[in-house]
């Protein structure tokens, strides 16, 4: 659900030390009493909805930005066709997501057992390598660094020979069970080269000095292990190494695709979203009661759309041009030192945008500013996910995008004006289908209500934002559902990091970080009070207007004035372009739409 936005700024207001509430200067979010207007119209099935989808239309063509922000649906039994397409049809797609589900997990159980296998393989092929690279590096005359990689490699399958393979040559012919009569046999083992295969001259070699009896044992069983080595487990291993590298590669390729399958259902599911799973919603649904949904055809949805584009108050912000192509330091936009490092270490946050510190300025700079912190905080509450410097440059790229997308001379939009001022509808729209008993079909479509306001930039970027919200929500749920992410969108790379042992100071220098870091945002969200804003409060307290020191931002400060002479009535003309559009479609007496 959409967060509560600051309000004012108002009578009362210039003095608020409330976030809630917009002192002079800090931006503008008001709704006036007369562009509020409850609308319910009536008419035969399909015509509301004919309406709507008519309005939506339309809004590109006055030039607005318009987004769906909150939606839901409730459907009677007694509705029984409508029913089985909508509230069932949920419940299919829970049973093919449980399926799934279970689908997806016995792959990832297959996958992992083909990486093991895969990794031990490899983990032989290695000590092959090993062997293969000391020889070309002997030869190419590094003789000491080459033969110490080469029998590493020699070494290692020498073990695995003694280990896995002579063993189970049987009882007293393995070399560990006569390892009590020539206890260094082993060691005289591992110390023989392919040559040593003649028993006796491994047993007049002074350096191995061994028996002849030994010396027929290590020379039988160096023939072997060359024998096995050379002939059987290499092949085995390149074999089994090229076979597993493919099987593993399409478990890998399996398990995404099962997850790709199941993405499109998990948020079909997501967007069915049914009335009586939310208290809030429920209580809302108290309203319908009079047509009696337990024993009466009937079905009610609910839709919030919001929609906005710039306008440009007398006097103020004129427009010289129509092509919005500044560059500024990213420090001048808002964002701290430390969100800048973040932004840098990451292209997929936007570090690509950030190689030269500069980005395209919108209207208003700093575009973060306290406001909008403010604002971010809520939507992170709301919304529970982690909201961060990354998604304060994506509200701002799709905020200058739509000025940009507006601004060539053959653009299909009208030309949104380089203004910081904006025109901001919101339309909560209920829309319920009644059948009779009689077979009579209704569909009531209201507005409750249908609100204009005036809104400055920082508020419109707080719209922005709630869309990424929105959009990382629905993410968060699937990469939840699919075991991608943690309880608080947390990465796995993330929880492995976390999880990480770390001695009690390196624990606390993180903690002191993150608070540095918070502090740091704290000060920038707060309220900067100067000798100025100071002057100006005292002034006004005896009676002198002092909106021009009073004000503590870059937006208009004289709202007693301009905004009831020159904003409001821009949003007006517009607010009843909109209204009389609704109107004129049910043929109400009295409305006209030019």
């Known amino acids: 659900m959409a967060i509560t936005y600051p309000q004012g700024p108002g009578p009362g207001m210039e003095t608020s030390d409330d976030p809630k509430n917009l002192n002079p200067g800090q931006g503008i979010n008001v709704n006036p009493p007369e562009i509020n207007e409850y609308l319910d119209l009536t008419g035969p099935v399909g015509k509301g909805t004919e309406a709507l989808t008519s309005l939506m239309f339309q809004f590109p063509k006055w030039g607005f930005e318009r987004w769906k922000i909150d939606e839901w649906i409730e459907v009677s039994p007694a509705f029984q066709q409508y029913y089985q397409l909508t509230i069932q049809q949920k419940q299919q797609i829970e049973q093919q997501i449980k399926s799934g589900l279970a689908s997806a997990t016995q792959a990832v159980s297959d996958m992992e057992l083909v990486s093991h296998d895969f990794r031990k393989y490899r983990e032989f092929n290695d000590f092959f390598t090993m062997i293969e690279k000391g020889s070309q590096m002997i030869k190419e005359g590094k003789k000491e660094a080459g033969q110490e990689l080469k029998n590493r490699g020699e070494q290692t399958l020498k073990s695995i020979f003694i280990d896995q393979v002579d063993i189970h040559t049987g009882e007293g012919v393995a070399l560990r069970s006569i390892a009590s009569r020539w206890p260094t046999i082993i060691a005289d083992f591992m110390q023989l080269s392919d040559n040593d295969i003649d028993y006796k001259k491994i047993a007049k070699d002074p350096k191995k000095n061994v028996s002849e009896a030994e010396g027929v044992i290590l020379a039988t069983k160096n023939k072997l292990y060359i024998e096995w080595r050379d002939r059987l487990f290499k092949q085995t291993v390149e074999d089994r190494y090229k076979t597993l590298l493919g099987l593993m590669q399409a478990r890998k390729k399996s398990v995404n695709e099962y997850k790709d399958m199941l993405r499109p259902l998990m948020a079909r599911y997501k967007m069915l979203n049914e009335a009586l799973s939310d208290k809030e919603q ?212 993330q929880l492995l990091k976390e999880n990480e042992w770390k001695t009690s100071e390196e624990r606390k220098e993180e903690k002191n970080k993150t608070g540095e870091m918070k502090k740091k945002i704290g000060v920038v969200k707060g309220k900067v009070s100067s000798a100025r804003v100071t002057m100006g409060k005292t002034l006004e307290n005896i009676g002198v207007s002092s909106a021009f020191l009073r004000g503590e931002g870059p937006y208009e400060l004289a709202f007693k004035d301009r905004f009831n002479k020159y904003f409001f009535p821009e949003v007006a003309v517009v607010y009843l372009t909109i209204a009389n559009y609704m109107k004129a479609q049910f043929n109400v007496p009295g409305s006209r739409f030019l």
């Open 282 to 493: 429920r209580h809302n649904l108290r309203k319908f009661s009079v047509y009696r949904p337990e024993s009466q055809a009937i079905s009610v949805d609910f839709v919030k759309w919001w929609a906005w584009k710039p306008f440009s108050p007398a006097e103020k912000y004129k427009v010289t041009r129509q092509t919005p192509y500044d560059k500024i330091h990213v420090l001048q936009a808002g964002f701290l030192p430390e969100e800048i490092e973040i932004l840098k270490k990451s292209k997929e946050d936007g570090g690509a945008e950030l190689d030269d510190l500069k980005i395209n300025a919108l209207p208003v700079e700093p575009s973060i500013d306290s406001v909008f912190r403010y604002i971010a905080d809520q939507v992170s509450k709301e919304y529970e996910v982690p909201i961060n410097a990354a998604d304060f440059l994506q509200a701002r790229k799709m905020m200058y995008n739509r000025f940009q997308l507006s601004a060539g001379a053959e653009s299909s939009y009208e030309p949104w004006i380089w203004s910081p001022y904006f025109f901001f509808v919101e339309m909560p729209v209920y829309r319920a289908v009644i059948r009779f008993p009689s077979g009579v079909e209704l569909e009531n479509i209201f507005f409750e209500n249908l609100k204009g306001y005036a809104q400055t930039q920082n508020i419109v970027l707080g719209h922005y934002l709630e869309l990424v919200a929105r959009d990382k929500q629905v993410d968060l749920y699937l990469s939840q559902m699919l075991g991608e992410a943690g309880a608080k969108g947390e990465t796995i790379n």
